[in-house]
């Protein structure tokens, strides 16, 4: 399977992490806009391999790290999903 790349940018709220995630990933059709649901899509829901490339986190505040915190998560618990920070 060919790999699937997501690219936040310009993320300013949470809105725009679940909009960018759902233009550019086959997010699950029961997907809910909350950090439980994200879990379980990058856990469980979607096909890999996946990388997801977020480039300026901390522009979203103060829920940046709770993000980064499950990303890497994700990353730790997949051997075919990669998560990376960039400028």
């Known amino acids: 399977m060919s790999l699937r790349?997501?690219?936040?940018?310009d993320v300013r709220s949470m809105d725009d992490v679940y909009r960018q995630l759902a233009e550019q990933l086959?997010?699950?059709?029961?997907?809910?806009?909350?950090l439980?649901?994200?879990?379980?899509?990058?856990?469980?829901d979607l096909p890999g391999p996946l990388e997801i490339v977020w480039h300026r986190p901390h522009t979203l505040g103060a829920r940046a790290e709770d993000l980064l915190e499950l990303l890497r998560e994700a990353e730790q618990s997949r051997d075919d999903l990669s998560f990376l920070i960039a400028p």
């Open 26 to 34: 086959p997010l699950p059709a029961h997907f809910g806009n909350n």
């Open 36 to 44: 439980d649901a994200l879990w379980d899509a990058l856990s469980t």
């Open 5 to 9: 790349r997501c690219v936040l940018t």
